[in-house]
């Protein structure tokens, strides 16, 4: 595709379960970001992927968020044992290098209910 | 990375100029302006950065000042589509063993809410 892509869209859960969001990112990009933007707030960065490796993950709010990007491409965020705190748009963003402009995408809403 | 502060709102007219400021009086050598904008219910979207000199793009212009402790993102043309959340973020110009510790990573403040009224 021509942008980011996040998947899914809007995502609902229960207090305790886990979720997972995808992000495809744009082709070629060897950087990947994730942020969780609360409302009425600024995007918070959480982590960013050079290639397969997570070269910071300075952001993750605690243990129970982990994120992979196993071949380089794809991102998986996952969130275990979800709380009410975790509802907020989790946005990607991918970049070319690590000094070029960064594309993001329309973000997953997570609602814990 | 240094604090911005921004005006919280502003609302401009539709076709006319719009001047958004951002103070940045902790701003080092070494890093650079940027611009970002988020229209409602979208991600971010990059519009513009600078280190010291002026710059203009097909979106918008980039006014530094000479001392780099201010600057201001001109819309020159206002339309109501403008209507976002501006954010002026500073950040390191990245080189040698830093590209790895820091990336792309932007820390977002408040932005400024802007309103193009027709």
């Known amino acids: 595709g021509a942008g980011v892509s996040q998947t899914p869209s809007n995502k609902v859960t229960e207090k305790g379960k886990y979720v997972e969001l995808r992000c495809d990112p744009i082709s070629g990009h060897t950087a990947l970001y994730w942020y969780r933007q609360s409302l009425g707030q600024g995007p918070e960065f959480l982590i960013y992927f050079q290639g397969t490796g997570a070269a910071d993950d300075s952001g993750l709010p605690n243990d129970r968020f982990f994120a992979v990007r196993p071949e380089g491409s794809v991102s998986t965020l996952k969130i275990q044992r979800t709380e009410r705190g975790d509802s907020a748009v989790y946005l990607c963003?991918?970049?070319?290098?690590?000094?070029?402009?960064?594309?993001f995408g329309q973000g997953t809403r997570l609602t814990v209910v | 990375d240094a604090k911005t502060t921004q005006p919280t709102s502003m609302d401009c007219a539709e076709g006319r100029a719009a001047n958004l400021p951002c103070n940045h009086s902790?701003?080092?050598?070494?890093?650079?302006v940027y611009w970002y904008r988020q229209i409602h219910s979208q991600g971010p979207q990059y519009i513009i950065h600078?280190?010291?000199n002026n710059e203009t793009n097909e979106m918008a212009s980039l006014i530094i000042t000479e001392d780099r402790k201010s600057s201001t993102l001109i819309l020159p043309h206002a339309t109501l589509r403008d209507t976002a959340v501006y954010y002026c973020i500073v950040r390191v110009a990245l080189g040698g063993w830093r590209i790895k510790a820091a990336g792309n990573k932007l820390t977002f403040g408040g932005g400024t809410r802007v309103l193009v009224k027709p």
């Open positions: 963003a991918s970049s070319l290098g690590l000094n070029t402009e960064a594309f």
């Open positions: 902790t701003i080092s050598g070494n890093e650079y």
């Open positions: 600078g280190l010291k």
